[in-house]
């Protein structure tokens, strides 16, 4: 089930073979732990200081405040900042290739067309998040959450800001993570699951999900094993920002569940995020789907391999 080491992701992992050490490594990881949680501070404090002139309240209770809109996003605006938070994150990534491996951040994105990848992706994905959007509407109580030509207006910086906050997360997981791993050990499923693991770990949430807090790191794992699939055969991380971004916009723009990310959400479900028992059905029904698609993908993948072998045999 799982791809194999190919050419393609050969030359993928290529620049991690030049710095080698396990210590230099362990040291990267922690900088970038501790980078990206400095540069977030320092984004919101920039916030809570913005806040804090614009209202002349005081800095300390502007922090505050904006740090609980982050950590609950209910308006467009406490959203659009949770995104912007994730410049932190690119940042923290550039830094850390920059520094310890001296090389740029593009070594992460992979060799070939990722811009093609991408778009083909997206434009993949796009009738398939089209119609999980219609059977989401006609088969729960979603409720409108912004008026639509409000909606609109907020995509215009979502959008960008979406994109660097999928860009960020692949980068630091299925580049950065997997070009790590893949160059220290031969086992496909270090180097495949160990960084989805790590992945959906930090999306447990169990002060939010409760007994579904388990589900949500299945799920997100799961997501992580098919980018990494996509990226494991493309060579390039083109097409796993593509999946990213087009699952994040379904999941944070068009429909989301009440209680979670939905500050600019088009639709908002009925059920809210604590009624557990519900909310378990959507997230099975979550993985199922993810599943299904991972299948049918395969297949295609599978056929598209074996008329490739057919016209090579006829030349």
Aim: charged share 10%; glycine share 8%.
């Amino acid at each position: 089930m799982l791809p194999q080491m190919n050419d393609k992701f050969d030359a993928f992992i290529a620049p991690a073979r030049e710095h080698t050490g396990g210590l230099l490594f362990l040291g990267a990881v922690l900088f970038l732990l501790l980078a990206y949680t400095e540069l977030t501070f320092g984004i919101i404090g920039l916030f809570g200081l913005g806040v804090s002139l614009i209202d002349g309240t005081d800095i300390a209770h502007s922090f505050s405040s904006v740090s609980g809109d982050i950590a609950d996003p209910v308006t467009p605006q406490s959203m659009i900042a949770v995104l912007v938070t994730f410049i932190s994150m690119l940042a923290a990534v550039w830094l850390t290739v920059g520094l310890f491996r001296g090389q740029s951040i593009r070594t992460l994105l992979g060799t070939g067309a990722v811009l093609r990848n991408f778009l083909i992706t997206c434009a993949v994905m796009a009738p398939v998040v089209a119609v999980f959007f219609l059977v989401t509407l006609s088969g729960t109580s979603a409720t409108p959450n912004l008026p639509l030509p409000e909606w609109i207006f907020w995509m215009l910086p979502a959008l960008p800001l979406l994109l660097i906050q999928v860009s960020s997360e692949e980068l630091v997981f299925r580049g950065y993570l997997m070009q790590e791993f893949a160059m220290r050990f031969s086992s496909r499923w270090i180097w495949i699951v160990l960084p989805s693991l790590i992945f959906g770990c930090l999306h447990f949430d169990p002060s939010k999900f409760g007994s579904n807090g388990i589900l949500v790191v299945l799920a997100t794992t799961l997501f992580g094993v098919i980018a990494s699939d996509l990226t494991i055969r493309t060579g390039n991380l083109g097409a796993a920002i593509g999946l990213h971004f087009m699952n994040n916009f379904m999941a944070m723009m068009l429909v989301s569940l009440d209680g979670t990310m939905n500050g600019l959400s088009l639709f908002v479900t009925q059920t809210h995020v604590s009624q557990h028992s519900e909310v378990r059905g959507f997230l099975l029904t979550d993985i199922g789907s993810i599943v299904v698609l991972y299948g049918i993908y395969l297949l295609g993948m599978r056929w598209i391999e074996r008329r490739r072998e057919r016209q090579l045999s006829r030349r």
